[in-house]
């Protein structure tokens, strides 16, 4: 809502306060003013001058050499290239020294050979924006009426000596898309009186019933119907203040009629609607829902088919409007009207909503519809409607109203005791504090006894509960005043779920291993959407995605891992290790919330670590990756229950892939991606993971339990074992610890050796075994004998021999 | 013999200051001490002594070695010295090349402020609640005093999946939710953190996927001022000791009061500045006691009990405290933006 400051000096007496000042109380006690815009942007200089004399410019056709009286002594020459000028015409004038917008300063100039003495204005070199112009000077020179005094401030007349405050209103203030709204929140604010706009209506003899008879079938969207018909109306320009204001409030002026019902829509936030009576087609005015596919040419000369939601005021017969929304072109006030119907009506917001937003039409009407507007104030704004129609367009109003109301207007009461207003907001406001807040605001009330009962206005139809009374108090009598305290209660301590304790260590864990956490969108392209899911399920869609891209929930993390790869790599960034951890969405049928899953996952790739100087360069392989997940496992306690399997899984590369399982259930996978998929994607040797997080992190495990630190000596075998190339570590070193027994504490691989020195189809894996007993010194005999059965269990089952 | 012995002392002295390494001082010892050495000849030789000679010339021989011995102690300490630090200026090394590098990588920016926040809150006795970021249209909107068609659903379009079901617009489900679970029983204390989406095109300023911590307090006696109190120490935490807030009044459908809340500008410390676009104050979150409708519909007596809710965007936080420029980096996940946010 654009608020003028002077047009508000009509309602409320704003002596003292500048339009800054104001401003900044209306911010503090609730509205915020997101703008306050100076009209005249710097313009000085600018005078009502008469046309005296015009002629065609000898040497220029666009041009005309115009004579004009600025009403300072001799009448001086002016060069003007607007099509509009003409002589006899008042102007706006731009004398030698005037500055317009831009600190453009006007000169004595020479105009192809004739001279020129200022400059005759259009309404946009003033500073005017092109689309509030009435249509008629939209290209030339704005001609003012016969009537204003040459030599006169133009700016003043034209109202830019004013200040516009924008107010940014949240829903619930629908009152203040008002001029009078406003003006009762400034009076409240500012503790002074509001002044209303006076009504006096003289009628002529004639009766509004014989004029058109009005009914309404749709009583439930439409409570409230009136119409006044205005007979004998001259259209023309509206008067100049009028249109100024509008101007200012972002309305284009058009002609009187229409301006009238415009300035009574910011007056009043009552919407009203002009019809040319004549054509109308009939003396009927029918409110019902339209039928489907029944067709309406609205102003905007489009054809628009509506539904049976839509709401239309018809003659009887066919739509002439769009109910609060937009009229028919059918209908619609034209240079020769001569009677005009004027409806006022109290349309409800939520079928005005629907309409608008199946139209695609947003228009100052139905913006307040929509919000809602005051039904107490429909008619009265008919009536001012109607009385400025025969003060400014020369019309006689017919006397009466024609309306059908069935509107149910119940009274709003509030009852709130100060007390508890003080243990809301933790203050202690005065009862006389209070009484003052409510009066200011004008509401009704009564007080007993610390108990005030508040009758609230109908304008005010945010307010309903105890709690709404409370904020009106608070605001006005403001923030800055409310003490800061703390929550007394028992203090009960504040602390992480061991789940959510977890979690942060798992990501300082990986962060500390050298991953960066990254944070990638959950909505994902309908291909990319399942894959690499540890479990996959019907994807779950947007009903209205923005963009493919955008449109499916994801059920992996690697597909958003690998576009930061990707991202990186396209900005020179080798070397790239990522991790996330988020949830996935698995649907679980219609109607039901899908299930949301934890995931780690990581994406790695490049060189993993290098210390040039020192000739140290490693590139990430497979088991970089693993080593990080098994310190990870580690932290969790879970280092003996997980398993790495040999797998097969899509876009990953058959022979370097493992799936993880936890006490042998697949809770993940690590691995490189299929050098095709590589390919496909342009990215380099990557290694990606993904582990169900809420698996590994709800896994119980036990308390830690000291254990006595040995005070015996161990003692370490070694074995180097030549086995078929087929056989996996993994399984021998299973065989090994069970073999191994009690004794044997820790085996460790410390060599790996395939090639010329072992017969085609071998390879040599050696074990490091180390051997204790906690309670004594291990002799070697009895290490041997243990050793031994380790030997024979390995020769036994995967047919190995020692390496000699 | 006295002469001859103090011409050996002499002669020995002088070898032992000439020897440059120990394999020479080891020669001069042999040659000087050792059994064959010239003074074992001299005591050899004692017994052509008189007996009052005898006791002169044995204590000076002895005299003698030990000048001697100790001239040797004293040379050998000195070349071992030497030899050490030969050895050690042989090892020295160029301590600028660079070290063996340690792969750090960090947290994001956003997950930093957030357990700054959650951190913060802990402190002050809340607890952290999580939810679904698939939501039903009834603790999304419903249950938070924004039924079907209330005007105010228009300041948050959002993504639905089905005419019930929608990607959560705020953290404030996980209220409702959390409440619900109350059965009615106070005290509830929570903070909310987490991912939220709207129907937003991205750019500079906005993303159709976000976060959102939100905070509520729910007990007998809960006042507005305990709200101003809060914020004004989580205003402190995070944007530094000298911080205040300040009240506006708004509106929020689940909270009446509403407001919205400033933080005194950290860069120039409310005197105006282009941060806080000259106004001294910077807007960081919005907050209001929790509307009746919603404590009744989460099934607690609003005549009884009263609360306070707040809610922030850590985007909007991290932008301001780090200065960055485009919400999108969040989201880019940029290695040379992510690095920036190393430090303890």
Same mark, same amino acid.
């Given at each position: 809502m654009l608020v003028s400051y002077k047009w508000l000096q009509e309602y409320v007496d704003l002596t003292g306060i500048t339009a800054k000042e104001l401003a900044e109380k209306i911010t503090k006690s /609730?509205?915020?003013?997101e703008n306050v815009e100076i009209l005249n942007k710097g313009v000085k200089g600018v005078v009502i001058g008469h046309v005296l004399e015009r002629e065609q410019h000898p040497n220029a056709d666009k041009l005309s050499k115009c004579l004009v009286d600025i009403g300072e002594g001799e009448p001086v020459q002016i060069i003007c290239g607007a099509p509009n000028v003409a002589k006899g015409q008042k102007v706006a004038v731009a004398k030698v020294g005037a500055v317009l917008p831009g600190n453009f300063k006007i000169k004595k100039a020479k105009l192809r050979g004739e001279e020129s003495n200022g400059m005759i204005c259009s309404l946009q070199e003033l500073g005017i924006e092109s689309k509030f112009v009435a249509k008629e000077y939209a290209d030339g020179i704005f001609v003012f009426p016969s009537d204003v005094p040459v030599g006169a401030d133009a700016l003043a007349l034209l109202n830019l000596d004013d200040e516009v405050l924008e107010l940014g209103l949240t829903p619930n203030r629908a009152d203040c898309l008002s001029m009078i709204g406003v003006a009762y929140e400034v009076a409240a604010i500012l503790g002074r009186e509001v002044k209303l706009p006076s009504v006096e209506l003289e009628e002529t003899n004639e009766s509004v019933h014989d004029y058109i008879s009005v009914k309404v079938e749709a009583t439930e969207d439409n409570p409230l119907y009136a119409a006044r018909i205005v007979k004998n109306v001259k259209i023309g320009p509206s008067p100049l203040w009028m249109q100024t204001r509008l101007m200012a409030a972002g309305i284009r002026p058009h002609n009187n009629v229409v301006d009238i019902t415009n300035y009574i829509l910011l007056e009043y936030g009552q919407p009203l609607h002009a019809f040319d009576y004549d054509r109308l087609g009939s003396k009927e005015i029918l409110v019902r829902r339209a039928k489907a596919g029944e067709k309406i040419v609205t102003l905007d000369d489009v054809e628009r088919t509506l539904t049976e939601n839509h709401l239309v005021i018809t003659n009887g017969t066919e739509p002439v409007a769009l109910a609060g929304v937009m009229g028919g072109a059918n209908s619609e006030v034209q240079n020769d009207t001569t009677t005009v119907l004027i409806e006022s009506a109290y349309f409800t917001s939520a079928t005005i909503r629907k309409a608008s937003k199946d139209h695609g039409l947003r228009s100052e009407a139905s913006t307040r519809f929509e919000k809602g507007i005051d039904p107490a104030r429909t008619k009265e704004a008919l009536d001012r409607a109607a009385a400025l129609m025969a003060e400014y367009a020369g019309g006689e109003i017919v006397s009466g109203v024609a309306e059908v109301n069935t509107l149910k207007q119940e009274e709003i009461v509030v009852t709130i005791t100060i007390d508890r207003i003080n243990s809301v907001l933790g203050t202690a406001i005065t009862k006389e504090e209070v009484a003052n807040i409510l009066t200011n605001l004008q509401f009704a009330f009564t007080e007993d006894n610390g108990t005030f009962t508040i009758t609230v206005p109908s304008r005010r139809r945010d307010i309903s509960i105890p709690e709404d009374i409370i904020e009106e108090v608070a605001r006005l009598y403001g923030y800055d005043n409310l003490p800061t305290t703390l929550p007394v209660a028992e203090s009960q301590p504040g602390k992480l779920t061991p789940y959510q304790a977890k979690r942060r260590k798992v990501r300082r864990y990986l962060e500390d291993a050298g991953l960066f956490q990254a944070i990638t969108y959950s909505l994902t392209s309908e291909e990319k959407a399942t894959q690499f899911a540890l479990e996959t399920a019907e994807p779950i869609r947007l009903a209205m995605p923005m963009s493919e891209e955008r449109s499916v929930l994801r059920q992996s993390l690697i597909p958003h891992l690998l576009e930061v790869v990707s991202y990186n790599r396209a900005r020179q960034i080798e070397n790239v290790a990522v991790y996330e951890t988020g949830a996935v969405y698995l649907a679980k049928g219609n109607d039901e919330l899908p299930e949301e899953k934890e995931r780690l996952a990581g994406a790695i790739t490049g060189v993993w670590h290098a210390h040039l100087w020192q000739g140290e360069k490693k590139a990430v392989d497979f088991y970089v990756v693993k080593g990080i997940l098994d310190g990870l496992f580690h932290m969790l306690g879970l280092e003996n229950r997980i398993e790495y399997k040999q797998a097969k899984r899509e876009h990953m590369h058959p022979g370097r892939t493992a799936e993880v399982l936890l006490d042998g259930r697949v809770i993940g996978f690590v691995g490189q991606l299929h050098p095709s998929f590589q390919k496909e994607n342009d990215l380099k040797e990557t290694y990606v993971f993904e582990l169900a997080l809420t698996d590994l992190l709800n896994a119980e495990v036990e308390e830690i339990r000291y254990s006595t630190i040995p005070r015996f000596p161990s003692m370490t075998r070694d074995i180097a074992l030549v086995v078929d190339k087929d056989v996996i570590a993994g399984d021998i070193q299973k065989t090994i610890i069970e073999a191994g027994g009690e004794l044997l504490k820790e085996v460790s691989i410390f060599d790996v050796y395939e090639g010329?020195?072992?017969?085609? /189809?071998k390879k040599s894996i050696a074990f490091s075994l180390r051997y204790f007993d906690p309670e004594r010194t291990l002799t070697d005999e009895e290490v041997t004998a243990v050793h031994e059965k380790v030997i024979q269990a390995v020769e036994q089952q995967f047919g190995a021999t020692l390496r000699g | 013999m006295k002469e001859q012995l103090q011409q050996l002392q002499q002669e020995a002295l002088e070898k032992i200051a000439q020897a440059s390494d120990l394999k020479t001082l080891n020669d001069v010892r042999v040659a000087y001490l050792g059994k064959k050495g010239p003074i074992t000849e001299v005591l050899r030789g004692m017994g052509k002594l008189s007996p009052e000679e005898r006791p002169m010339i044995g204590a000076l021989a002895n005299e003698v070695r030990e000048a001697i011995q100790s001239a040797l102690e004293e040379k050998q300490a000195k070349l071992e010295q030497e030899e050490i630090e030969k050895k050690l200026a042989s090892e020295a090394? %160029?301590?600028?090349l660079p070290g063996r590098p340690v792969r750090l990588g960090n947290h994001h920016p956003l997950t930093r402020v957030i357990e700054e926040i959650e951190d913060l809150f802990i402190g002050m006795g809340y607890t952290i609640a999580e939810g679904p970021e698939v939501e039903k249209d009834y603790y999304n909107f419903e249950a938070l005093n924004l039924p079907k068609g209330h005007p105010a659903r228009d300041m948050q379009d959002s993504f639905y999946i089905t005419e019930e079901i929608l990607l959560r617009t705020h953290t404030s489900p996980v209220q409702a939710r959390t409440m619900e679970k109350h059965k009615g029983r106070g005290p509830v204390k929570i903070i909310c953190p987490g991912k939220v989406y709207r129907r937003d095109n991205d750019d500079a300023t906005h993303s159709h996927q976000f976060t959102q911590i939100e905070g509520l307090v729910v007990d007998e006696n809960i006042r507005m001022s305990d709200l101003k109190g809060t914020l004004q120490a989580f205003a402190k935490k995070i944007f530094g000791e000298d911080r205040e807030i300040r009240f506006r009044p708004s509106f929020f459908p689940f909270t009446e009061p509403s407001v919205e809340v400033d933080v005194s500008c950290f860069n120039c410390g409310g005197h105006g500045c282009n941060v806080c676009k000259g106004t001294g104050w910077i807007e960081i979150l919005g907050a209001g006691m929790v509307h009746p409708n919603v404590l009744e519909m989460a099934g607690f007596d609003s005549k009884k009990y009263t609360g306070f809710a707040f809610g922030m965007g850590p985007e909007r936080i991290a932008m301001l405290k780090y200065g960055? %420029? %485009?919400?999108?980096h969040f989201y880019q996940n940029d290695l040379r933006f992510l690095q920036q946010f190393n430090r303890a």
């Open positions: /609730g509205i915020e003013v010329d020195r072992l017969p085609e /189809g | 090394i %160029d301590v600028t960055i %420029d %485009d919400i999108r």
